[in-house]
């Protein structure tokens, strides 16, 4: 036999420049294959933060060098010198806090969940290159981001305060070993948490709690605005703002002695910069050595790959107790009446497919978060709603009085917009997606004998059921709220499920043209611009079909005609359209639904 | 073994743009029989299999399956096949009792049916133990198993396996091979793809091999030994001369 010795690189430096190397090619062929307009875009979004990042230090600069002058001090009384001393600790705190929490995600996937691990620590590379590329690509893309935004500030504080040109490279190099440290500490982090729970369970409960922090954090200005608060800062305010930041700047804090160091250094105070920079580079390479090397010694050893708590089996409570508890049990004779009516109206695959969607929604956490984004939109602008009392502004009191009516009357009708616009956003994740959340499972649907009818059907309920409860939901407790009389809220009890079913219908028609199963990333379920196209047509919709509800009923009132004949032109107008739009475009794509799924 | 045909493809051509998949493939698999459906990588197996059980149309040509046309009579078809794919791509979120409840609602089987049958397979394939157990827990083996509890949850009279034994310990892998000896001997047709030559030999009846898109044998061992050329007694040898073997004897040669 005849052998082949590769040429083995057990150095480390060299099998670290390897692994980046293979990083950097597949980002880098990640951008040449991209579509034209991908291309285009990454080239304008680094344009516009190299822009940004420059704006920001000239920014720095001014406001630095204003906030230094002697004269500000004079006329306003505000000492900002120790606030400006503590501007470095600050942003190393930002970075240090940032970086932990952030690559606590990264390290997680690229530890636990990208796969090529065994891969690497198979080939003959040095496990230690192997952690610290896994690092460094955890640190790397945050370090930039953030570094973006803390470098020009920190030159920025360098240029107004003039300092020696020692400061500016030991401020990025500051940085990069604390974010080296705290990449470090994150890792440790990651393995303690998948020595308690499963690494998959963990990111998707991080993905949910990340998604809905951000969402909440999003609409919070939001929602501070409508309580009246103003968001014009006081002298005061500046002032106890001051205080807290400076609460970081205690000498004890290990962050501090990183940016008292640099201020130390580049202000010429020679021996303290240089002691408290020693001490911050010699803790930090510990911090890191320390991190790394137990975390390879945890990762070989096993001892974070096994889960010590063993997950508590839920209680029976599933299909086992159920089915048999079913097929034991003799119906009763109205039970049986109810079952076989069931049957008749949904027919097995029907139900299976709306018991396994409601199953997978409850427990995919993914399905989730998206799921609780219209509940909190929904909350947050009632109580908007509700704060300016159901009345239009008055504004300079000069609009005409036909406007101010009409606009009143829009408003008293804030329950059913409520109720529709919750509504709509639900539907955009539930129906639109309906098929696409399928992914790779769909063959299972595909190779069973069931009717495109059965399967839009289900597909139909699943989306429909959800949204009506919580569109009811809205509309109940806003026309509790707004008083509004018997006759309008059985009125709208009756138009909002109309115009959810058939903006229904209109999104599940999208959904099945634009169906895409080969997503690994639920993000990217939806396939090219079909589901926004869904979306606009939707919004144009609900407006439309509302006002076939509630035209007639301003048109009697307009001529003095009786009210009960606006309520049924209304009625029959609305529900034919809206009916029409439920059925015909699912109606429409069901030749569609036979072929999904076949390439 | 009986002369009931019970997988009847005719004239089969599948093309992708240019590219000819399946082209012109006609065989028969009848009741009582185990098919063996063998081919190097990329020759048109599992293309020829997603035709079988409906996820495919074909360009051109018929697949009937228990008498009825896969094209024309999709829902009767497919209610006589169950099919398990080379990927068990399964709902990670169900557990493989629930999974197992949904497939018998997808074929319309009575509640106490799917109740009692869920908890023969589970027993069956060993699965009992994880049978509440969401699905991505599973192990590949565990979910291969669950994938083929799946497929035999209505008690179809056509198996179709694609790589059914990819991935399993040995007494899986035997369990399964028993499964479908069974299967089988009580008159169903079950047409397997395996690239493993010494199942295809051991437990096949028949055995069609397919290269780059054609069918270019079939028979029994012995038929197919009287195809090759003298000397070849193996399967490996047989199906090595009909699908360029000598490209891979140089092969081996080098990493020799």
Redesign the interface.
């Known amino acids: 036999m005849s052998t082949m010795t590769p040429s083995l690189s057990y150095r480390f430096l060299p099998a670290v420049w390897k692994l980046i190397r293979l990083r950097l090619l597949i980002s880098v062929n990640g951008f040449k294959h991209a579509k034209i307009r991908r291309k285009i875009l990454t080239i304008v979004a680094i344009l516009g933060l190299l822009t940004f990042a420059g704006f920001i230090l000239f920014l720095s600069w001014i406001l630095l060098g204003f906030l230094r002058s002697p004269q500000l001090m004079q006329y306003v009384g505000l000492d900002v010198t120790p606030f400006l001393q503590a501007m470095p600790v600050l942003v190393f705190t930002g970075l240090f806090l940032s970086i932990l929490l952030s690559s606590f995600g990264v390290l997680l996937q690229a530890l636990y969940l990208s796969g090529d691990m065994d891969f690497l620590l198979s080939s003959p590379v040095p496990i230690r290159a192997v952690f610290v590329t896994k690092l460094l690509q955890a640190v790397l893309p945050n370090f930039g981001l953030i570094s973006l935004f803390g470098l020009p500030v920190l030159y920025g504080l360098g240029l107004s305060g003039h300092y020696n040109f020692l400061y500016y490279p030991l401020v990025l190099l500051t940085m990069i070993a604390l974010a080296l440290a705290a990449a470090g500490l994150s890792a440790l982090l990651v393995m303690l948490v998948a020595r308690v729970f499963p690494a998959r369970r963990v990111a998707e409960v991080l993905g949910f709690v990340g998604a809905i922090l951000a969402f909440s954090c999003s609409q919070a200005g939001n929602l501070y605005n409508s309580f009246g608060h103003s968001t014009n800062v006081s002298g005061a305010q500046v002032s106890n703002m001051f205080t807290l930041l400076m609460r970081f700047n205690t000498p004890w804090f290990p962050l501090n002695w990183a940016g008292q160091g640099l201020v130390a250094l580049g202000e010429g105070r020679w021996l303290t910069g240089v002691l408290l920079a020693t001490l911050t580079f010699g803790l930090s390479a510990t911090a890191f050595m320390f991190s790394l090397a137990t975390a390879e010694r945890l990762y070989y050893s096993g001892w974070a790959g096994m889960q010590v708590v063993a997950r508590r089996k839920k209680p029976l409570r599933t299909v086992q107790s159920d089915a048999k508890r079913d097929a034991s049990r003799p119906l009763t004779a109205s039970q049986g009446i109810l079952a076989l009516g069931m049957e008749r109206l949904l027919p097995a695959p029907v139900r299976g497919i709306l018991w396994k969607d409601f199953l997978l929604l409850r427990r995919d956490l993914r399905n989730l978060s998206q799921l609780i984004t219209p509940l909190i939109f929904g909350v947050m602008y009632s109580l908007m709603f509700f704060r300016t009392g159901g009345l239009p502004s008055t504004g300079q009191g000069e609009a005409p009085a036909w406007l101010m009516n009409s606009l009143s009357l829009l408003l008293s009708y804030g329950n059913v917009g409520m109720s529709l616009f919750v509504g709509w956003w639900l539907l955009g994740r539930l129906s639109g997606m309906a098929f696409s959340s399928e992914g790779r499972n769909y063959w299972m649907l595909k190779a069973a004998p069931l009717r495109a009818s059965h399967l839009l059907t289900a597909k139909f309920l699943v989306a429909y059921l959800p949204t009506l409860a919580l569109g009811l939901l809205f509309l109940s407790g806003i026309s509790l709220m707004q008083k509004i009389p018997l006759a309008g809220f059985l009125y709208s009890l009756v138009a909002v499920p109309m115009c959810l079913a058939g903006m229904n219908g209109i999104l599940l028609a999208f959904g099945v043209v634009g169906a895409n199963f080969k997503w690994e990333d639920p993000r990217k379920m939806s396939a090219g611009g079909l589901g926004c196209l869904g979306q606009f047509l939707t919004m144009l919709y609900l407006p439309l079909a509302f006002g076939l509800f509630i035209t007639p009923l301003w048109l009697v009132s307009a001529f003095n005609w009786p009210q009960v004949y606006g309520y049924l032109v209304g009625f029959i107008l609305g529900v034919c359209v809206t009916g029409a739009c439920a059925i015909l475009p699912p109606w429409l794509v069901k030749g569609k639904v036979d072929r999904l799924g076949e390439v | 073994m009986s002369e009931t045909a019970l997988i009847e493809i005719s004239t089969l051509v599948k093309r992708?743009g240019d590219k000819l998949a399946v082209n012109n493939v006609s065989l028969e698999v009848h009741a009582g029989e185990v098919f063996g459906f063998l081919g190097p990588n990329g020759a048109g197996k599992t293309t020829t299999i997603k035709m079988i059980?409906?996820?495919?149309?074909p360009t051109a040509g018929t697949v009937r399956v228990a008498g009825y046309d896969v094209q024309a009579q999709?829902?009767?078809?497919?209610?006589s096949?169950g099919?398990v794919?080379d990927?068990p791509?399964?709902?990670a979120?169900?557990?493989g009792?629930?999974l197992l409840?949904?497939?018998?609602?997808?074929?319309?089987?009575d509640?106490?049916q799917?109740?009692?049958r869920?908890d023969e397979l589970l027993r069956m394939f060993d699965l009992t133990a994880a049978?509440?157990d969401?699905v991505?827990?599973y192990s590949h083996g565990m979910q291969q198993k669950t994938s083929l509890a799946?497929a035999l949850m209505h008690d179809p009279r056509v198996l179709v396996l694609d790589e059914p034994t990819v991935g399993l310990d040995p007494k899986s892998a035997r369990l399964i091979k028993d499964i479908l000896r069974q299967m089988a001997d009580r008159g169903a047709a079950v047409f397997l793809s395996t690239h493993i030559l010494e199942i295809a030999e051991r437990m096949c009846d028949r055995i069609g091999i397919i290269n780059q898109g054609e069918l270019v044998a079939v028979g029994t061992m012995n038929e197919l030994r009287s195809l090759g050329k003298a000397g070849e007694v193996s399967l490996e040898d047989i199906f090595l001369g009909l699908t360029g073997g000598a490209e891979e004897a140089e092969i081996a040669e080098i990493l020799?």
């Open positions: 992708y059980v409906g996820l495919l149309q999709p829902l009767l078809a497919k209610a096949s099919y794919p990927t791509n399964l709902y979120k169900l557990t009792r629930e409840r949904f497939v018998g609602d997808l074929y319309n089987l509640r106490k799917v109740a009692q869920t049978a509440d969401t991505d827990s799946s020799k």
